[in-house]
Protein backbone atom coordinates (compact mmCIF):
# COMPACT_ATOMS: atom_id res chain seq x y z
CA UNK A 1 0.00 0.00 0.00
CA UNK A 2 2.40 2.60 -0.97
CA UNK A 3 2.10 5.81 0.57
CA UNK A 4 -0.12 4.70 3.69
CA UNK A 5 1.66 4.35 7.13
CA UNK A 6 2.53 0.52 7.31
CA UNK A 7 2.24 -2.06 10.17
CA UNK A 8 4.52 -4.28 11.43
CA UNK A 9 5.08 -7.60 10.30
CA UNK A 10 3.38 -10.30 12.87
CA UNK A 11 6.40 -12.80 12.21
CA UNK A 12 8.94 -9.79 12.43
CA UNK A 13 11.70 -10.98 15.06
CA UNK A 14 12.52 -8.23 17.61
CA UNK A 15 16.75 -8.47 18.40
CA UNK A 16 16.07 -8.08 22.49
CA UNK A 17 12.01 -8.61 23.43
CA UNK A 18 9.76 -6.56 24.75
CA UNK A 19 9.04 -6.42 27.68
CA UNK A 20 5.34 -5.32 29.39
CA UNK A 21 7.30 -2.41 31.01
CA UNK A 22 8.01 -1.41 27.34
CA UNK A 23 3.88 -0.41 26.35
CA UNK A 24 2.77 1.21 29.67
CA UNK A 25 4.63 4.61 29.29
CA UNK A 26 5.52 6.90 32.75
CA UNK A 27 2.21 9.32 32.70
CA UNK A 28 -0.10 5.97 32.72
CA UNK A 29 -2.44 6.52 34.89
CA UNK A 30 -2.46 2.69 35.86
CA UNK A 31 0.72 3.78 37.67
CA UNK A 32 -1.29 5.87 40.24
CA UNK A 33 -3.15 2.76 40.95
CA UNK A 34 -0.36 0.71 41.42
CA UNK A 35 1.09 3.06 43.48
CA UNK A 36 -2.03 4.02 45.71
CA UNK A 37 -3.23 0.40 45.82
CA UNK A 38 0.38 -0.60 47.10
CA UNK A 39 0.72 1.47 49.95
CA UNK A 40 -2.94 1.04 51.34
CA UNK A 41 -2.84 -1.16 54.76
CA UNK A 42 -5.62 -3.78 53.12
CA UNK A 43 -5.26 -5.74 56.40
CA UNK A 44 -6.27 -2.63 58.59
CA UNK A 45 -9.45 -1.71 55.97
CA UNK A 46 -10.90 -5.36 56.69
CA UNK A 47 -9.92 -7.00 53.46
CA UNK A 48 -10.61 -11.07 53.67
CA UNK A 49 -8.27 -13.70 52.72
CA UNK A 50 -4.92 -11.66 53.49
CA UNK A 51 -3.69 -14.75 55.16
CA UNK A 52 -3.51 -17.35 52.63
CA UNK A 53 -4.48 -21.25 53.29
CA UNK A 54 -1.95 -23.39 54.49
CA UNK A 55 -3.45 -26.05 52.00
CA UNK A 56 -5.47 -25.99 48.86
CA UNK A 57 -4.79 -23.95 45.45
CA UNK A 58 -3.42 -20.67 46.43
CA UNK A 59 -5.59 -17.60 46.03
CA UNK A 60 -4.85 -14.45 44.66
CA UNK A 61 -3.85 -11.37 46.55
CA UNK A 62 -6.73 -9.20 47.58
CA UNK A 63 -4.52 -5.96 46.03
CA UNK A 64 -4.32 -8.13 42.91
CA UNK A 65 -8.73 -8.07 42.45
CA UNK A 66 -8.56 -4.92 43.71
CA UNK A 67 -6.31 -3.63 40.82
CA UNK A 68 -8.53 -5.31 38.29
CA UNK A 69 -11.89 -3.52 39.62
CA UNK A 70 -10.26 0.14 40.03
CA UNK A 71 -8.74 -0.50 36.39
CA UNK A 72 -12.26 -1.61 35.52
CA UNK A 73 -14.18 1.66 36.92
CA UNK A 74 -11.21 3.48 35.56
CA UNK A 75 -11.86 2.37 32.17
CA UNK A 76 -15.95 1.66 32.41
CA UNK A 77 -15.70 -1.89 32.47
CA UNK A 78 -17.43 -3.14 35.70
CA UNK A 79 -18.91 -5.77 34.71
CA UNK A 80 -16.64 -9.22 36.06
CA UNK A 81 -16.85 -10.91 33.15
CA UNK A 82 -16.14 -8.51 31.03
CA UNK A 83 -12.73 -7.83 33.57
CA UNK A 84 -11.87 -11.29 32.81
CA UNK A 85 -11.43 -10.89 29.55
CA UNK A 86 -9.37 -7.99 29.85
CA UNK A 87 -7.42 -9.74 32.18
CA UNK A 88 -6.28 -11.72 29.24
CA UNK A 89 -6.07 -9.42 26.58
CA UNK A 90 -5.48 -5.76 28.31
CA UNK A 91 -1.70 -4.69 28.08
CA UNK A 92 -2.51 -2.28 31.14
CA UNK A 93 -4.36 -4.49 32.97
CA UNK A 94 -0.89 -7.06 32.41
CA UNK A 95 1.06 -4.81 33.78
CA UNK A 96 -0.73 -3.85 36.72
CA UNK A 97 -1.46 -7.40 37.87
CA UNK A 98 1.48 -9.12 36.57
CA UNK A 99 -0.32 -11.23 33.82
CA UNK A 100 -2.54 -13.11 36.54
CA UNK A 101 -5.86 -13.42 35.06
CA UNK A 102 -8.61 -14.71 37.23
CA UNK A 103 -11.97 -15.64 36.39
CA UNK A 104 -15.09 -13.73 36.86
CA UNK A 105 -16.47 -15.29 39.86
CA UNK A 106 -13.50 -15.37 41.37
CA UNK A 107 -13.84 -11.33 40.77
CA UNK A 108 -17.19 -11.24 41.66
CA UNK A 109 -16.88 -12.88 45.10
CA UNK A 110 -14.63 -10.53 45.68
CA UNK A 111 -16.34 -7.27 45.08
CA UNK A 112 -19.10 -8.98 47.38
CA UNK A 113 -16.58 -10.09 49.87
CA UNK A 114 -15.07 -7.31 50.44
CA UNK A 115 -18.19 -4.72 50.56
CA UNK A 116 -17.28 -2.37 53.66
CA UNK A 117 -13.61 -2.44 53.09
CA UNK A 118 -13.89 -1.25 49.35
CA UNK A 119 -16.13 1.55 50.59
CA UNK A 120 -13.18 2.18 52.99
CA UNK A 121 -10.44 2.64 50.25
CA UNK A 122 -12.79 5.16 48.90
CA UNK A 123 -12.80 7.23 52.01
CA UNK A 124 -8.83 6.46 52.35
CA UNK A 125 -8.48 8.21 48.88
CA UNK A 126 -10.45 11.33 49.88
CA UNK A 127 -8.45 11.24 53.35
CA UNK A 128 -5.38 11.23 51.09
CA UNK A 129 -6.64 14.54 49.49
CA UNK A 130 -7.18 16.28 53.13
CA UNK A 131 -4.50 18.60 52.46
CA UNK A 132 -6.58 20.12 49.09
CA UNK A 133 -8.93 21.30 50.79
CA UNK A 134 -8.10 25.16 51.42
CA UNK A 135 -11.73 26.02 50.96
CA UNK A 136 -14.77 24.52 52.82
CA UNK A 137 -17.69 24.54 50.54
CA UNK A 138 -19.31 22.12 49.73
CA UNK A 139 -22.25 21.12 47.26
CA UNK A 140 -24.29 19.06 48.29
CA UNK A 141 -27.22 16.59 45.80
CA UNK A 142 -29.08 13.48 45.48
CA UNK A 143 -30.03 11.78 41.87
CA UNK A 144 -31.71 8.64 41.02
CA UNK A 145 -29.91 5.95 39.94
CA UNK A 146 -31.19 2.69 37.62
CA UNK A 147 -31.72 -0.48 40.11
CA UNK A 148 -31.26 -4.03 37.88
CA UNK A 149 -35.11 -4.18 39.13
CA UNK A 150 -37.08 -3.43 35.76
CA UNK A 151 -40.43 -1.37 36.63
CA UNK A 152 -42.52 -3.57 35.67
CA UNK A 153 -41.50 -6.33 38.21
CA UNK A 154 -42.08 -3.39 41.09
CA UNK A 155 -45.30 -2.96 42.63
CA UNK A 156 -47.05 -0.32 45.07
CA UNK A 157 -50.01 0.12 45.84
CA UNK A 158 -50.90 2.69 43.20
CA UNK A 159 -49.65 0.46 40.70
CA UNK A 160 -51.55 -3.28 41.90
CA UNK A 161 -54.92 -1.35 41.90
CA UNK A 162 -54.53 -0.13 38.39
CA UNK A 163 -53.49 -3.48 37.02
CA UNK A 164 -56.64 -5.36 39.12
CA UNK A 165 -58.66 -2.04 36.85
CA UNK A 166 -57.34 -2.89 34.10
CA UNK A 167 -57.90 -7.11 34.42
CA UNK A 168 -61.21 -6.58 35.25
CA UNK A 169 -61.82 -4.09 32.31
CA UNK A 170 -60.55 -6.70 29.92
CA UNK A 171 -62.85 -9.84 31.79
CA UNK A 172 -65.76 -7.49 31.04
CA UNK A 173 -65.03 -6.57 27.37
CA UNK A 174 -64.51 -10.35 27.16
CA UNK A 175 -67.34 -10.91 28.98
CA UNK A 176 -69.56 -9.03 26.70
CA UNK A 177 -67.78 -10.30 23.16
CA UNK A 178 -68.69 -14.01 24.37
CA UNK A 179 -72.40 -12.45 25.17
CA UNK A 180 -72.19 -12.12 21.88
CA UNK A 181 -71.07 -14.61 20.24
CA UNK A 182 -73.05 -16.89 22.43
CA UNK A 183 -76.43 -15.25 20.37
CA UNK A 184 -74.83 -16.52 17.22
CA UNK A 185 -75.17 -19.72 15.75
CA UNK A 186 -72.59 -20.46 13.69
CA UNK A 187 -69.13 -22.99 13.90
CA UNK A 188 -67.13 -19.50 13.77
CA UNK A 189 -68.57 -17.78 16.71
CA UNK A 190 -68.69 -21.47 18.39
CA UNK A 191 -64.92 -21.06 17.52
CA UNK A 192 -64.58 -17.59 18.56
CA UNK A 193 -66.71 -18.67 22.02
CA UNK A 194 -64.19 -21.58 23.26
CA UNK A 195 -60.92 -18.88 22.95
CA UNK A 196 -62.84 -16.11 24.52
CA UNK A 197 -63.32 -18.20 27.52
CA UNK A 198 -59.75 -19.74 27.58
CA UNK A 199 -59.03 -15.84 27.76
CA UNK A 200 -61.42 -15.09 29.98
CA UNK A 201 -60.28 -18.28 32.42
CA UNK A 202 -56.30 -16.73 31.85
CA UNK A 203 -57.21 -13.24 33.11
CA UNK A 204 -58.77 -14.97 35.99
CA UNK A 205 -55.38 -16.44 36.96
CA UNK A 206 -53.94 -12.91 36.48
CA UNK A 207 -56.41 -11.54 39.02
CA UNK A 208 -55.83 -14.42 41.44
CA UNK A 209 -51.48 -13.06 41.06
CA UNK A 210 -52.29 -9.78 41.16
CA UNK A 211 -54.15 -10.23 44.58
CA UNK A 212 -51.31 -12.01 45.99
CA UNK A 213 -49.39 -9.39 45.24
CA UNK A 214 -51.71 -6.57 46.54
CA UNK A 215 -51.19 -8.64 49.96
CA UNK A 216 -47.28 -8.26 49.73
CA UNK A 217 -47.50 -4.89 49.14
CA UNK A 218 -50.35 -4.28 51.95
CA UNK A 219 -47.59 -6.18 54.20
CA UNK A 220 -44.49 -4.69 52.83
CA UNK A 221 -43.09 -1.70 55.44
CA UNK A 222 -43.25 1.16 52.81
CA UNK A 223 -46.02 -0.78 50.61
CA UNK A 224 -44.11 -1.21 47.67
CA UNK A 225 -42.21 -5.05 46.58
CA UNK A 226 -39.51 -5.25 44.26
CA UNK A 227 -39.33 -8.75 42.84
CA UNK A 228 -35.36 -8.44 41.13
CA UNK A 229 -33.92 -6.37 43.60
CA UNK A 230 -35.60 -6.29 46.67
CA UNK A 231 -34.15 -3.25 47.84
CA UNK A 232 -34.83 -0.41 45.19
CA UNK A 233 -37.74 2.04 45.31
CA UNK A 234 -39.75 3.28 42.53
CA UNK A 235 -38.61 7.00 43.13
CA UNK A 236 -40.06 9.97 41.54
CA UNK A 237 -37.34 11.93 39.25
CA UNK A 238 -37.50 15.67 39.26
CA UNK A 239 -38.61 17.82 36.29
CA UNK A 240 -39.97 14.36 34.07
CA UNK A 241 -43.15 13.35 36.21
CA UNK A 242 -41.77 9.55 35.55
CA UNK A 243 -40.82 7.28 37.92
CA UNK A 244 -37.45 5.12 38.01
CA UNK A 245 -36.88 1.89 40.43
CA UNK A 246 -33.71 2.33 42.17
CA UNK A 247 -31.56 4.39 44.84
CA UNK A 248 -31.06 7.87 45.48
CA UNK A 249 -27.55 8.54 45.35
CA UNK A 250 -26.42 11.57 47.73
CA UNK A 251 -22.75 13.15 46.92
CA UNK A 252 -21.13 16.14 48.29
CA UNK A 253 -18.33 17.33 46.44
CA UNK A 254 -15.46 20.04 47.14
CA UNK A 255 -16.66 23.30 45.15
CA UNK A 256 -13.28 24.32 44.60
CA UNK A 257 -11.37 20.69 43.05
CA UNK A 258 -14.94 18.88 42.20
CA UNK A 259 -13.99 16.54 43.96
CA UNK A 260 -16.54 14.00 45.79
CA UNK A 261 -15.55 14.19 49.35
CA UNK A 262 -18.66 12.17 50.96
CA UNK A 263 -21.48 9.70 49.37
CA UNK A 264 -24.13 7.78 50.39
CA UNK A 265 -26.88 5.88 48.50
CA UNK A 266 -30.17 5.37 50.26
CA UNK A 267 -33.07 4.23 48.78
CA UNK A 268 -35.40 6.69 49.95
CA UNK A 269 -37.03 8.52 47.06
CA UNK A 270 -36.89 12.40 48.77
CA UNK A 271 -33.90 14.26 49.89
CA UNK A 272 -35.06 16.28 52.65
CA UNK A 273 -33.83 14.36 55.56
CA UNK A 274 -30.39 14.09 54.00
CA UNK A 275 -28.42 17.91 54.61
CA UNK A 276 -27.24 16.72 58.13
CA UNK A 277 -25.81 13.23 57.27
CA UNK A 278 -23.87 14.15 54.04
CA UNK A 279 -22.48 17.95 55.74
CA UNK A 280 -21.68 15.99 59.53
CA UNK A 281 -19.82 13.31 56.20
CA UNK A 282 -18.52 16.10 53.89
CA UNK A 283 -16.69 17.87 57.29
CA UNK A 284 -15.23 14.50 58.29
CA UNK A 285 -13.66 13.85 55.26
CA UNK A 286 -12.60 17.47 54.77
CA UNK A 287 -11.11 17.59 58.06
CA UNK A 288 -12.23 21.26 58.18
CA UNK A 289 -13.98 22.42 61.16
CA UNK A 290 -16.28 24.78 59.44
CA UNK A 291 -18.07 24.09 56.47
CA UNK A 292 -20.63 26.12 53.84
CA UNK A 293 -22.44 23.42 52.68
CA UNK A 294 -24.78 24.50 49.26
CA UNK A 295 -27.96 22.69 48.36
CA UNK A 296 -31.06 22.98 46.50
CA UNK A 297 -34.93 23.07 48.07
CA UNK A 298 -35.44 19.49 47.51
CA UNK A 299 -33.05 19.64 51.11
CA UNK A 300 -34.73 22.61 53.34
CA UNK A 301 -36.05 21.26 56.20
CA UNK A 302 -36.09 22.84 60.05
CA UNK A 303 -34.92 20.16 61.85
CA UNK A 304 -32.05 19.33 59.47
CA UNK A 305 -30.91 22.86 59.28
CA UNK A 306 -31.21 22.60 63.17
CA UNK A 307 -29.17 19.64 63.72
CA UNK A 308 -26.33 21.74 62.00
CA UNK A 309 -26.41 24.68 64.56
CA UNK A 310 -23.44 24.77 66.79
CA UNK A 311 -21.32 22.06 64.57
CA UNK A 312 -19.54 24.07 62.61
CA UNK A 313 -21.73 23.15 59.62
CA UNK A 314 -23.28 26.38 57.80
CA UNK A 315 -25.65 25.15 55.55
CA UNK A 316 -27.25 27.21 52.44
CA UNK A 317 -30.66 26.39 51.34
CA UNK A 318 -33.52 28.32 49.41
CA UNK A 319 -36.82 27.75 51.15
CA UNK A 320 -39.38 25.88 49.49
CA UNK A 321 -42.17 28.19 47.53
CA UNK A 322 -44.82 25.91 48.73
CA UNK A 323 -47.55 28.58 49.57
CA UNK A 324 -50.86 28.47 48.60
CA UNK A 325 -51.38 32.27 48.78
CA UNK A 326 -48.71 32.77 46.42
CA UNK A 327 -50.44 30.57 43.59
CA UNK A 328 -53.40 33.11 44.28
CA UNK A 329 -51.43 36.00 44.11
CA UNK A 330 -51.43 36.61 48.15
CA UNK A 331 -48.71 38.31 50.02
CA UNK A 332 -46.22 35.31 51.08
CA UNK A 333 -44.29 35.19 54.25
CA UNK A 334 -41.36 36.79 52.76
CA UNK A 335 -43.63 39.70 52.41
CA UNK A 336 -43.90 40.06 56.34
CA UNK A 337 -40.73 41.75 57.93
CA UNK A 338 -39.69 40.07 61.33
CA UNK A 339 -38.47 42.17 64.19
CA UNK A 340 -36.24 39.96 66.51
CA UNK A 341 -35.42 42.44 68.80
CA UNK A 342 -38.97 43.49 69.79
CA UNK A 343 -40.67 39.77 68.33
CA UNK A 344 -43.29 40.89 65.80
CA UNK A 345 -43.49 41.21 62.22
CA UNK A 346 -44.65 44.69 60.22
CA UNK A 347 -46.80 43.74 57.33
CA UNK A 348 -47.21 44.86 53.69
CA UNK A 349 -49.48 47.79 55.30
CA UNK A 350 -47.31 48.42 58.26
CA UNK A 351 -49.23 47.09 61.10
CA UNK A 352 -47.15 45.49 63.84
CA UNK A 353 -48.29 41.69 64.09
CA UNK A 354 -47.69 40.67 67.48
CA UNK A 355 -47.44 37.23 69.02
CA UNK A 356 -50.74 35.31 70.04
CA UNK A 357 -50.95 33.81 73.86
CA UNK A 358 -50.43 29.95 73.29
CA UNK A 359 -53.36 28.29 74.42
CA UNK A 360 -52.71 25.68 77.64
CA UNK A 361 -53.21 23.22 75.23
CA UNK A 362 -50.82 24.20 73.01
CA UNK A 363 -47.96 21.14 72.17
CA UNK A 364 -47.04 22.29 68.74
CA UNK A 365 -43.51 24.05 68.75
CA UNK A 366 -45.02 27.19 66.63
CA UNK A 367 -46.66 30.44 67.40
CA UNK A 368 -48.96 32.65 65.43
CA UNK A 369 -48.72 36.30 64.99
CA UNK A 370 -51.51 38.81 63.91
CA UNK A 371 -53.18 42.37 64.31
CA UNK A 372 -56.26 42.14 66.12
CA UNK A 373 -58.00 45.06 64.39
CA UNK A 374 -56.10 46.19 61.39
CA UNK A 375 -56.85 43.43 59.09
CA UNK A 376 -60.93 44.92 59.29
CA UNK A 377 -59.62 48.00 57.69
CA UNK A 378 -57.00 47.32 55.71
CA UNK A 379 -57.21 48.54 51.91
CA UNK A 380 -54.68 45.81 51.10
CA UNK A 381 -56.78 42.73 52.53
CA UNK A 382 -57.43 41.30 48.88
CA UNK A 383 -54.18 41.09 48.26
CA UNK A 384 -53.41 39.58 51.88
CA UNK A 385 -55.82 37.02 53.02
CA UNK A 386 -59.53 35.81 52.82
CA UNK A 387 -60.19 35.45 56.11
CA UNK A 388 -60.74 38.12 58.72
CA UNK A 389 -57.40 38.20 59.75
CA UNK A 390 -53.76 37.41 58.23
CA UNK A 391 -51.78 35.22 60.98
CA UNK A 392 -48.34 34.62 60.20
CA UNK A 393 -46.54 31.33 61.52
CA UNK A 394 -43.40 30.97 63.02
CA UNK A 395 -41.60 27.92 64.28
CA UNK A 396 -39.76 28.61 67.69
CA UNK A 397 -36.04 27.78 66.20
CA UNK A 398 -37.19 29.95 63.17
CA UNK A 399 -34.30 32.61 63.87
CA UNK A 400 -32.14 29.31 62.55
CA UNK A 401 -33.77 29.56 59.55
CA UNK A 402 -33.66 33.66 59.37
CA UNK A 403 -29.88 32.96 59.77
CA UNK A 404 -29.74 30.83 57.09
CA UNK A 405 -31.54 33.27 54.38
CA UNK A 406 -28.93 35.90 56.05
CA UNK A 407 -26.38 33.71 54.58
CA UNK A 408 -27.88 32.94 51.38
CA UNK A 409 -28.41 36.89 50.61
CA UNK A 410 -24.43 37.65 51.29
CA UNK A 411 -24.03 34.67 48.69
CA UNK A 412 -26.11 35.55 45.89
CA UNK A 413 -23.48 32.97 43.48
CA UNK A 414 -24.72 30.35 46.33
CA UNK A 415 -27.05 28.41 43.50
CA UNK A 416 -24.88 28.92 40.53
CA UNK A 417 -21.85 27.16 42.56
CA UNK A 418 -23.74 24.48 44.00
CA UNK A 419 -25.30 23.91 40.02
CA UNK A 420 -21.68 24.02 38.50
CA UNK A 421 -19.90 21.79 41.47
CA UNK A 422 -22.35 18.96 42.06
CA UNK A 423 -24.75 18.49 38.83
CA UNK A 424 -21.60 17.46 36.84
CA UNK A 425 -20.12 14.89 38.31
CA UNK A 426 -23.87 12.80 38.21
CA UNK A 427 -23.76 13.67 34.35
CA UNK A 428 -20.20 11.74 34.39
CA UNK A 429 -20.96 8.93 36.63
CA UNK A 430 -24.12 8.36 34.75
CA UNK A 431 -22.05 8.10 30.97
CA UNK A 432 -19.64 5.78 32.63
CA UNK A 433 -22.32 3.52 34.63
CA UNK A 434 -24.36 3.41 30.69
CA UNK A 435 -27.83 2.72 30.36
CA UNK A 436 -28.23 0.07 33.08
CA UNK A 437 -26.43 2.05 36.02
CA UNK A 438 -26.06 -0.66 38.58
CA UNK A 439 -25.44 -3.62 37.74
CA UNK A 440 -25.64 -5.34 41.42
CA UNK A 441 -28.88 -5.53 43.82
CA UNK A 442 -29.58 -5.01 47.04
CA UNK A 443 -28.33 -1.78 48.87
CA UNK A 444 -25.59 -3.20 50.31
CA UNK A 445 -23.67 -4.32 47.16
CA UNK A 446 -25.12 -1.13 45.46
CA UNK A 447 -23.36 0.86 47.68
CA UNK A 448 -20.19 -1.07 47.53
CA UNK A 449 -20.27 -0.19 43.09
CA UNK A 450 -21.30 3.31 44.09
CA UNK A 451 -17.55 3.30 46.25
CA UNK A 452 -15.76 1.78 43.66
CA UNK A 453 -17.26 4.43 41.02
CA UNK A 454 -16.50 7.09 43.25
CA UNK A 455 -13.27 6.38 43.96
CA UNK A 456 -12.62 6.22 40.25
CA UNK A 457 -14.31 9.56 39.73
CA UNK A 458 -11.53 10.86 42.15
CA UNK A 459 -8.82 9.63 41.16
CA UNK A 460 -9.22 10.86 37.62
CA UNK A 461 -9.63 14.30 38.70
CA UNK A 462 -6.51 14.57 40.78
CA UNK A 463 -4.59 12.63 37.92
CA UNK A 464 -6.31 15.88 36.27
CA UNK A 465 -5.43 18.35 39.00
CA UNK A 466 -1.92 16.83 39.15
CA UNK A 467 -0.61 14.98 37.00
CA UNK A 468 0.66 11.21 37.26
CA UNK A 469 4.26 11.54 38.60
CA UNK A 470 3.74 14.38 40.75
CA UNK A 471 -0.11 12.62 42.79
CA UNK A 472 2.74 9.29 42.54
CA UNK A 473 5.00 11.31 44.79
CA UNK A 474 2.09 12.79 46.47
CA UNK A 475 0.89 9.05 47.42
CA UNK A 476 4.41 7.66 48.78
CA UNK A 477 4.62 10.71 51.39
S1 LIG B 1 -54.65 42.42 55.85
FE1 LIG B 1 -53.74 42.70 57.84
S2 LIG B 1 -51.79 41.68 57.70
FE2 LIG B 1 -52.53 41.94 55.64
S3 LIG B 1 -51.56 43.80 54.92
FE3 LIG B 1 -53.54 44.37 55.78
S4 LIG B 1 -53.16 44.82 57.89
FE4 LIG B 1 -51.41 43.80 57.14
Known amino acids: MHRFIDGEDRMQQALLPHSLEDYVDGENPVRVLEVFIDELDLTALGFSGMTPAATGRPAYHPSTLL ?119 SDIAEAKSGRLKEKIAGLRRQMQAVKAMEQRVQDAPDQQVSLTDPDARSMATSGKGTATVGYNVQIAVDAEHHLIVAHEVTNQGYDRHQLAPMAFKAQHATGCQQITALADRGYFNGDQVLSCEGTGVAPVVPKTLTSSGTKRGLFTRQDFIYDAEHDHYTCPAGAKLTKAKRRADHTEDFDFYRHLSACFTCPLKSRCTPTKLRRIKRWENEDVLDRMQDRLDRMPEAMGVRRQTVEHPFGTLKAWMGATHFLTRTLDKVRTEMSLHVLAYNLKRMIRIFGVGPLMAAIRT
Open 67 to 185: KIYLYGYLNRVQSSRRLEREAQRNIELMWLVGRLAPDFKTIADFRRNNGAAIQSVCRQFVELCRRLFTGAVVAIDGSKFKAVNNRDKNYTVAKVTGRMEQVNASIARYLRALDQADREE
